[in-house]
């Protein structure tokens, strides 16, 4: 079963077949672009990790379990308001780095706009501010 979605497929999974993307898996999922990755964590290249699966769509579908609420059982998953919420917090470790790349923040931004477009809706208003995103290896586009 195909459980990615457009709206997070787009941003994510692109950006973790490139190079320089490293993954760390101690604590909880972290995603980070280095070109010489740091010691605050034991960080693999994500295309390493992929290619130690049997089936690299086993990695896929668990890299989308660790950055989406969707799940097969939700009563059990997600017992009360408070077990959800603090899941759900712990997405924003996970893909922060993916989406501020600058090259996936476009990509995200684009193909959610066409997400709008497909639906017909007419009118979005904005109200926030745009986050600061890297320029990390431009030449290296998640599209």
Known sequence: MNLWSLSIYLPVYPCTARIYLFVCVQVCLANR????????????LVSTVRSNYVDPSEFDAMLFSRLSLLTENPDEKYPDINTVWSIFQGYFMAITDLVMYRPAWEAYLYHALGEFADDNVMY???RGTLPPVSAFFQTLPCT
């Open 124 to 126: 979005i208003e904005f």
């Open 33 to 44: 672009f280095f070109e010489k990755p740091d010691t605050s964590c034991a960080w693999e």
